[in-house]
């Protein structure tokens, strides 16, 4: 199954590229990097000045998908283990 905007929360992260839009932490607003890890509360961003966590409930994000198209994700939908979100069931966000 190939990523699209509509299965985006309910897809694999690791891998793509991601840009902070908004977070109540103001200095992570505008990091961009590539996903490198995921747990259940954070997202692990390699940047050009290393590896940044970043908590996913308190964040915006834009995913970059594969085809080149840009996705704006609320953090607080993504705040899962990717294996519980796999199963989850997403009303349209």
């Given at each position: 199954?190939?990523?699209?905007?509509?299965?985006?929360?309910?897809?694999?992260?690791?891998?793509?590229?991601?840009?902070?839009?908004?977070?109540?932490?103001?200095?992570?607003?505008?990091?961009?990097?590539?996903?490198?890890?995921e747990?259940?509360?954070?997202?692990?961003?390699?940047?050009?000045?290393?590896?940044?966590?970043?908590?996913?409930?308190?964040?915006?994000?834009?995913?970059?998908?594969?085809?080149?198209?840009?996705?704006?994700?609320?953090?607080?939908?993504?705040?899962?283990?990717?294996?519980?979100?796999?199963?989850?069931k997403?009303?349209?966000?």
């Amino acid at each position: 199954m190939s990523i699209t905007p509509k299965n985006i929360v309910r897809h694999e992260l690791i891998g793509l590229n991601v840009e902070v839009k908004d977070s109540k932490n103001k200095t992570q607003i505008g990091l961009k990097g590539m996903v490198v890890n995921e747990t259940k509360n954070m997202l692990w961003i390699e940047t050009e000045k290393g590896i940044k966590k970043v908590l996913k409930k308190d964040c915006k994000f834009i995913f970059t998908l594969p085809s080149g198209e840009k996705v704006l994700v609320d953090g607080k939908l993504i705040a899962k283990r990717p294996e519980e979100r796999i199963k989850m069931k997403v009303r349209r966000w």
